[in-house]
Nanobody, 123 residues
Framework: EVQLMESGGGLVQAGGSLRLSCVFSGFTSDDYDIGWIRQAPGKGREEVSCISSADGRVFTPDFASGRFITSRDNTKKMVYLQMNSLKPEDTAVYYC????????????????RGQGTQVTVSS
């Protein structure tokens, strides 16, 4: 059974940093793409990052480039999202997500996701 559980969300001032963590089970990161998606109130789901299972490359969309860093620890079965220079528009629920082989990172489509963790950035 695939399971993902996030932690590390909270309230931070604009310009601050947060580090989200995700522990996963039921698969290996060599087999599944794994990454982060977010959803703000009244907005659609948005892909934040993705680590490809095929070659380990990290997809980062423009809004996150230079501010958000994704990494993983295969031994601990953990994925991290380091978020720096946070902006109020980054306020959202952040989900750790995994996708079985067949789709590329960047498509924003995932088979599984965790419960989510709230990130609130105050101005």
């Amino acid at each position: 059974e695939v399971q993902l559980m996030e932690s590390g969300g909270g309230l931070v001032q604009a310009g601050g940093s947060l580090r989200l963590s995700c522990v996963f089970s039921g698969f290996t990161s060599d087999d599944y793409d794994i990454g982060w998606i977010r959803q703000a109130p009244g907005k659609g789901r948005e892909e934040v990052s993705c680590i490809s299972s095929a070659d380990g490359r990290v997809f980062t969309p423009d809004f996150a480039s230079g501010r958000f860093i994704t990494s993983r620890d295969n031994t601990k079965k953990m994925v991290y999202l380091q978020m720096n220079s946070l902006k109020p528009e980054d306020t959202a629920v952040y989900y750790c997500a995994a996708d079985a082989p067949g789709r590329d990172c960047g498509m924003g489509l995932y088979d599984f996701r965790g419960q989510g963790t709230q990130v609130t950035v105050s101005s």
